[in-house]
């Protein structure tokens, strides 16, 4: 099941375009609120995934930085200060990365066992 890969790839590059779309253009405080949504689906997907399709242990890391991700979208959705939308999607970037890399080939060494549990739980 490769949905919540593929998801997050998208809902990656659609906050990297937030963020573009706010330094060019301004701040879109109806795409602002679309992303976050679309943020909150992605969290859904992964903890389902999470507890019925993977058994192999995870970092708890990862959907902590998610969840950071999702906070500060939703914090700043409906915003029209340009300064404040910049700063909070650039973060939000920056937490999808960081947890992306967790589970992640090319993620840092450091990212790997932190907060280790285990998957679903045997059936």
Do not use: C
């Given at each position: 099941m490769n949905i919540h890969k593929?998801?997050?790839?998208?809902?990656?590059?659609?906050?990297?375009?937030?963020?573009?779309v706010a330094l060019f253009k301004g701040p879109r405080p109806v795409f602002q609120r679309i992303?976050?949504?679309?943020?909150?689906?992605?969290?859904?997907?992964?903890a389902y995934?999470?507890?019925?399709?993977?058994?192999?242990s995870?970092?708890?890391l990862h959907p902590l930085l998610?969840?950071?991700a999702v906070g500060l979208a939703h914090a700043s959705a409906r915003s029209e200060d340009r300064k404040?939308?910049?700063?909070?999607?650039?973060?939000?970037?920056?937490s999808l990365l960081t947890?992306?890399?967790?589970h992640a080939s090319w993620g840092p060494a450091f990212l790997k066992n932190i907060w280790m549990v285990g998957g679903a739980p045997a059936a």
């Amino acid at each position: 099941m490769n949905i919540h890969k593929h998801y997050s790839e998208l809902v990656f590059l659609l906050s990297f375009v937030v963020v573009l779309v706010a330094l060019f253009k301004g701040p879109r405080p109806v795409f602002q609120r679309i992303v976050a949504v679309l943020l909150d689906i992605n969290l859904l997907l992964g903890a389902y995934q999470w507890y019925s399709v993977y058994p192999k242990s995870v970092s708890l890391l990862h959907p902590l930085l998610a969840l950071v991700a999702v906070g500060l979208a939703h914090a700043s959705a409906r915003s029209e200060d340009r300064k404040k939308v910049i700063t909070f999607w650039s973060l939000v970037v920056l937490s999808l990365l960081t947890a992306w890399a967790v589970h992640a080939s090319w993620g840092p060494a450091f990212l790997k066992n932190i907060w280790m549990v285990g998957g679903a739980p045997a059936a």
